[in-house]
C-alpha cells in the first residue's frame, strides 16, 4: 500500500518530531499511558497547552505507541522497530499528518484525511494528526466533524492546540481533551543548564537562567528555539521591545511596533514574553536607582497598565476565538502610556 504523504507547509526544523527530546511531561505521558492501556481511549484526543510545552512532540509519541512493534511488551514507544523508524521519519503508511504552519487548514486538507480513514490498514490502526487544529476553517471543521461523530473503528485521532476555544463547540464536545501542563520550574531550569553546557554557551546563575524561562513563559520550545538561534534575532527582538516600552512619544511607539510586526515578523507569544521580561526589568532598574518620588510613580504606574493589558492579551491570545494581529498587540503595548490602546 503506498503511503499517504502528509500535508506540511513549514520550516525543515518544525518538521522534526522526535518524541524522545520531549522533557517534562512524564507525567502527562504515565497518564496517557494508562488510557491507551485500558483499552478504553477515546478515538479522538486533544492536546492542549500554551505554545511551545512539546504538543507536535507528544502527539508523535502517541502515535509511535500506538502502532509500536514492542508496545505492549515494554509499555513504551522503542524507537527502533520498523514501526518507530517509520514514525519517526514520517513515511509510515498509516499515518497522515495535517500541519500548514501558520496557514489556515482548508477543507480539501479534511478531506484528503477522511479519504485517508476510508482506506483499509493491514496493521489494525490509522492515525490522523492535525497540529494547531484551531487553524482549521469553520468549513473544514465542519466537515471534520463528520468524522469526529462517527470515526472509523480502526481511526485514531489526535489534535494539538494553543487555542482551544478557537475550535467550534461541536468539535470540542467530540474530543477527549488532555491539558499538558508546565514542567516544573526547577527542571526547566537545569534543563536548560544542560543545553547551554553542551552547545559550550555561558550558563550564568540560576538566578540569571530563571529570569530568561520567566521571559518566555517557562517554555520549552520557545527557550530552546532562542538557545539555538544563531542569528542576533533574539538580541533585535529584545532591542525593539526595550524601544517599544521605553518610547517618549506616540510615533516612536508606533514605529517600534511597526519594526516588530513588519521586520522581525514577531509573534504574539514571542511579543508578550520578550515585553514581560523588559518590564520586569525596568522595575528593577528603577527600584535600583535613586530616582525622583514623582517619576517613579509614573514609571509604576505605567507598568501597572502594561501588566493588566498583558494579562488581557494573554487571555485573549490563549482562549480567544479570533487570532490576535501582533501589530495591534505591539502598539496597544506601546500607547498605553498615552491612552487606552487599540485593543
Not at 21 to 45: A, Y
Not at 197 to 223: C, H, K, N, V, Y
Request: aromatic share 4%; net charge positive; with cysteine.
Amino acid at each position: 500500500m503506498e503511503a499517504v504523504t502528509p500535508k506540511t507547509k513549514k520550516s525543515a526544523d518544525a518538521g522534526r518530531l522526535d518524541w524522545r527530546e520531549l522533557m517534562g511531561v512524564e507525567q502527562t505521558k504515565s497518564e496517557l499511558i494508562q488510557v491507551m492501556d485500558s483499552g478504553r481511549m477515546h478515538p479522538v484526543v486533544m492536546l492542549e497547552g500554551r505554545e511551545g510545552l512539546g504538543k507536535r512532540h507528544l502527539a508523535s509519541w502517541m502515535v509511535a505507541r500506538l502502532l509500536c512493534n514492542e508496545a505492549s511488551a515494554i509499555k513504551k514507544a522503542c524507537g527502533q522497530c520498523g514501526s518507530c523508524i517509520e514514525v519517526l521519519s514520517g513515511t509510515h503508511p498509516d499515518v497522515m499528518i495535517l500541519d500548514m504552519g501558520t496557514e489556515s487548514i482548508k477543507t480539501a486538507d479534511v478531506e484528503t484525511m477522511r479519504g485517508f480513514f476510508d482506506m483499509l490498514s493491514p496493521g489494525g490502526f490509522r492515525v490522523g494528526v492535525i497540529m494547531n487544529a484551531d487553524k482549521m476553517t469553520l468549513e473544514a471543521s465542519n466537515r471534520m466533524l463528520k468524522t469526529l461523530e462517527e470515526p472509523p473503528e480502526q481511526a485514531r485521532i489526535i489534535m494539538t492546540t494553543s487555542r482551544p476555544l478557537g475550535l467550534p463547540a461541536t468539535v470540542r464536545g467530540r474530543c477527549l481533551r488532555w491539558k499538558v501542563k508546565l514542567p516544573p520550574r526547577d527542571t526547566v531550569i537545569k534543563w536548560m543548564r544542560v543545553i547551554l553546557e553542551s552547545s559550550g554557551q555561558e550558563t550564568g546563575t540560576d538566578d540569571d537562567l530563571r529570569m530568561w524561562a520567566t521571559r518566555l513563559g517557562f517554555s520549552p520550545g520557545m527557550i530552546w528555539r532562542e538557545i539555538t538561534d544563531s542569528s542576533e534575532n533574539s538580541h533585535l527582538l529584545r532591542d525593539s521591545v526595550h524601544s517599544l516600552v521605553t518610547a517618549t512619544s506616540p510615533s516612536r511607539a508606533l514605529q517600534a511596533a511597526s519594526d516588530l510586526a513588519r521586520v522581525q515578523k514577531v509573534r504574539v507569544p514571542e511579543l508578550l514574553g520578550a515585553v514581560e521580561w523588559e518590564l520586569s526589568k525596568l522595575n528593577r532598574d528603577r527600584l535600583s536607582k535613586s530616582e525622583d518620588r514623582l517619576s517613579s510613580s509614573d514609571g509604576e504606574r505605567a507598568t501597572r497598565h502594561r501588566r493588566r493589558l498583558l494579562r488581557e492579551i494573554r487571555r485573549r491570545a490563549v482562549f480567544g476565538k479570533i487570532t490576535l494581529n501582533a501589530q495591534l498587540v505591539a502598539e496597544s503595548i506601546g500607547l498605553c502610556q498615552w491612552e487606552e490602546g487599540v485593543l
